[in-house]
């Protein structure tokens, strides 16, 4: 089912401020999410710069960019183009270095600050869908439940290596997000929300790649389709914020186990690797 933020929003106009950079994070999300698969070809040039309503300058930059950070290779020829390169474990690696440069004390004001855009977001969006009958937030709300069944269901048979799509439940629920605060029909409300997602580098699609999580997240998700169609406001509200602290916590612990890893220090001494004063670092 298709909605405005769905694939087809990949390539959508950009805002004349920094074009560059956000054609750069557009692409590498949908890359990251395997929105875009490997091999798979992009538009051309002129074709790519007449989607976004940039210039053909803004997109060969945007492509150079997306070649020094690997994600992207050109070839030369008749069948030659610009195509797509995603590596699973490297995907997520470079997240986790992006997770590892943040402080936890950065962490929870990202927590304090999301919580409380969705908090009055999924308000109003009970609200408004109940008297305009919107059904983008529902469809969106299924699709992510569609692919964290499924991921969950490939969990036995390739626990150890990630798949293409381990980040993918990340995309739809970025969306899902988009949608509720699209739904307060506040211009101002989803500015908000796109410019902290960007701040946060997408890190809580890092998650996804915990299966017991993403088995848990599926019930919970459930739960809120189950309160839109009947209209519960206050448990929907509850279970759009349960996976969003959930995560931050997560993101929070993973993180100090990828500090731990990498001094050496091992788990052991996880649960005590933020001191006070480690806590802003």
């Known amino acids: 089912m298709s909605t405005p933020f769905g694939r087809m929003s990949i390539f959508r106009p950009v805002a004349e401020t920094t074009k560059t950079d956000l054609i750069v994070d557009r692409l590498t999300r949908a890359i990251e999410s395997g929105i875009l698969k490997n091999g798979e070809k992009l538009p051309g040039e002129a074709h790519m710069a007449h989607l976004f309503a940039v210039s053909p300058i803004t ?35 470079r997240l986790e270095r992006s997770l590892l440069h943040m402080s936890t004390m950065e962490l929870r004001d990202y927590q304090t600050y999301y919580t ?13 869908i109940a008297h305009d009958g919107r059904n983008n937030l ?9 692919d ?12 150890d290596q990630p798949g293409d799509t381990a980040l993918s439940p990340g995309y739809h629920e ?16 989803v500015n908000a929300l796109l410019e902290l997602q960007n701040k946060l580098h ?3 699609w890092l998650r996804f790649t915990d299966r017991n999580l993403a088995s848990t997240l599926v019930g919970i998700y459930r739960q809120a389709e189950h309160d839109l169609i009947q209209r519960n406001p206050k448990s929907f509200k509850e279970h759009i914020l349960t996976p969003i602290n959930e995560g931050f916590a997560w993101l929070i612990s993973r993180r100090i186990a990828l500090r731990c890893a990498e001094s050496g220090t091992g ?11 480690q806590v802003a670092h």
Do not use: K, W, Y
């Open 148 to 159: 964290l069944s499924s991921d969950s269901a490939s969990a036995h048979t390739d626990a």
């Open 267 to 277: 788990h052991r001494n996880a649960a005590h690797a933020d001191t006070p004063e």
């Open 174 to 189: 970025m969306q899902l997000h988009l949608e509720i605060a699209a739904a307060t029909q506040s211009p101002s409300t």
């Open 202 to 204: 997408h890190l809580l």
């Open 59 to 93: 997109a060969r930059e945007a492509l150079e960019q997306l070649r020094t950070d690997g994600l992207v290779t050109t070839r030369r020829g008749r069948d030659g183009g610009s195509f797509v390169v995603s590596d699973p474990a490297g995907n997520i690696s």
């Open 116 to 128: 409380t855009l969705m908090f009055r977001s999924a308000q109003l969006a009970m609200h408004n």
């Open 138 to 146: 529902l469809d969106t709300l299924r699709t992510l439940i569609a």
